[in-house]
């Protein structure tokens, strides 16, 4: 069962004609969507916060932020990717990799997770991290605010805000 904000939402996003199919369930729209700067089709989830904002839902602000994320440019979809590689980069240093490739080549997009003011974006990169994931937050002017590797299995996350704490679980790992 559905609530009336996000019925509405759903009608909304239907309308706007973002979103391929989208679904209302669970407290979340959810469709597929393509990323034409990344080259891809990923799963768009979009969260009113129903939790935090009630029947208070700013659907126009959702609207304006799946746009914002489903037309991101090219220059900037090449900034975050390259953030986001030179922040792992840098955070595993010479650390071994499953194998050599640039991170920048091997991220894909699989799904973003819209808020208000933010999105979640989650790239897989198969050739150098098989097992895990990366999460990657945006603001509302799509800047990286987090990057975070995260196992498959949700088992074991490692922030990489702390430089100190990756390294000592990627040496864990390897024991």
Do not use: C
């Not at 089709?41 to 746009?67: C, K, Y």
């Not at 986001?84 to 997770?113: M, N």
């Amino acid at each position: 069962m559905t609530s009336p904000v996000l019925d509405s939402l759903l009608a909304r996003i239907v309308e706007s004609g973002l979103l391929e199919d989208p679904i209302a369930e669970n407290g979340l729209v959810y469709g597929r969507a393509s990323i034409d700067a990344a080259g891809t089709v990923v799963n768009v989830n979009v969260d009113p916060e129903l939790d935090e904002h009630g029947e208070d839902v700013d659907h126009d602000a959702l609207i304006a932020a799946v746009s914002r994320i489903l037309s991101v440019g090219e220059t900037r979809w090449r900034a975050v990717v390259d953030e986001v590689a030179t922040d792992i980069d840098d955070a595993v240093d010479d650390e071994p990799v499953i194998e050599q490739i640039d991170l920048r080549d091997d991220l894909e997009a699989t799904s973003v997770v819209v808020f208000a003011d933010a999105a979640l974006l989650a790239f897989v990169a198969p050739k150098q991290f098989p097992e895990s994931r990366i999460l990657v937050q945006l603001d509302e002017e799509l800047e990286v605010e987090g990057v975070e590797v995260r196992e498959i299995d949700g088992t074991a996350t490692v922030d990489l805000d702390t430089l100190d704490d990756l390294l000592d679980e990627i040496s864990r790992a390897d024991d």
